[in-house]
């Protein structure tokens, strides 16, 4: 058999569910691992004689663990992210605030139901990081061209933070001064997700960062204001992400919004996008300036579930990444900070801080 590109850990999955006696078992892959997702069900199902369920809802972060189908399975593999992220940064504010939020509506039968079903699935999800098996040297070296400086930050996915001082290495014989910053809201040194860039806060002006896709590069370079080059060891490609370039496509969108008068604001009822006390301060806000504001709950934010809603402009709670890169929309959805600069409560400089 072809070598897959990523570790899938199938003899440590199948050995835990042969250890729990698990029958029905949930797999979850990212969006752009679903193509091998019937393949490896089939392979586990083989091996062990479970049942094998996919999930067929979207999966973009630790942040999207599919809570309801994890209620149907003894368990649930969610491939692609860590489990201390998924903990650290999605877990334990979901819980917090939810809480909170269940409880200011006196609501207990609500707060109860969710409680009982959270600490019921947290048990049964399991994170399969998805370690990379490619050199990460070649793209690495490639990538020492496009470098102009003599010093770069050093960040990935995490299923490239192991492979992060074999390319420090190949930096370092380069002349360059290389970081791999430290962060405690993430896992792994040098880690990065797609609203999680402080371990790219170090004192360099340029980030190499290695990994596929335009996402976590264009955020890296929105938010840290330092210019990214991305290295994808898979293609071999290398993209420069620019952080002006980045940033004017949402001054854009800022300006459309100054004229509206009535906002939705949107709560994102994905398991780990769930801030409710935050959209609540925002209509408050809102309401203060003098302007219509309204709560929408949704699970799946795009243009379609939007279009029926009269307001002029929306504010995203959920994901912060998805207004700026996932998805186009025709009226203006604004991140929790670009709604203030609106609103006149956070000035232009303080959108990325
Ligand atoms: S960028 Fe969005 S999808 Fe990705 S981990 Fe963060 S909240 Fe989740």
């Not at 199902?45 to 094998?52: H, I, K, N, P």
């Not at 979901?94 to 009982?116: I, Q």
């Not at 050093?154 to 001082?165: D, K, P």
């Not at 504001?293 to 929306?314: C, P, Q, R, W, Y």
Request: charged share 25%; glycine share 8%; with cysteine.
């Amino acid at each position: 058999m072809e070598k897959r590109p990523y570790e899938f850990e199938l003899e440590r999955i199948n050995a835990l569910i042969k250890e729990r006696g698990a029958r029905r078992v949930g797999l979850q892959l990212p969006e752009g691992l679903k193509t091998v997702a019937i393949e490896i069900a089939a392979e586990i199902s083989t091996e062990t004689g479970v049942d094998v369920i996919l999930s067929g809802s979207s999966c973009y972060g630790a942040c999207d663990v599919d809570e309801k189908l994890a209620r149907t399975v003894d368990i649930l593999l969610h491939f692609g992210h860590s489990e201390n992220t998924f903990r650290k940064h999605f877990l334990s504010k979901e819980r917090t605030c939810a809480k909170k939020e269940y409880n200011s509506f006196g609501n207990a039968f609500l707060s109860k139901k969710r409680f009982v079903l959270e600490e019921n699935y947290q048990e049964k999800v399991v994170f399969i990081e998805l370690r990379s098996t490619v050199d990460i040297k070649p793209v690495v070296e490639s990538a020492v061209a496009e470098l102009t400086g003599d010093c770069a930050g050093l960040v990935a996915t995490v299923q490239h933070v192991h492979a992060l001082n074999e390319a420090k290495i190949v930096l370092t014989r380069s002349g360059k001064k290389v970081i791999i910053g430290k962060s405690s809201n993430v896992t792994y040194d040098g880690q990065v997700l797609g609203c999680e860039f402080s371990s790219a806060l170090v004192p360099c002006d340029e980030i190499l960062f290695i990994g596929s896709g335009s996402f976590h590069p264009a955020g890296l370079a929105r938010y840290t204001g330092k210019r990214v080059i991305a290295a994808d060891p898979f293609t071999m490609q290398i993209s420069i992400f620019e952080p002006e370039t980045m940033r004017k496509k949402r001054y854009g969108v800022i300006a459309r919004a100054r004229d509206a008068k009535s906002f939705g604001i949107i709560v994102g009822m994905k398991s780990g996008q769930f801030n409710l006390s935050e959209a609540l301060a925002l209509k408050r806000k809102a309401i203060a300036k003098g302007l219509a504001a309204h709560l929408i709950a949704m699970d799946e934010i795009t243009e379609a579930s939007l279009l029926g809603f009269k307001v002029d402009a929306f504010v995203n709670t959920a994901c912060p990444r998805l207004a700026e890169d996932y998805v186009h929309f025709n009226k203006p959805v604004l991140s929790v900070n670009e709604f203030e600069v609106v609103i006149g409560e956070r000035g232009w400089e303080g959108i990325w801080p």
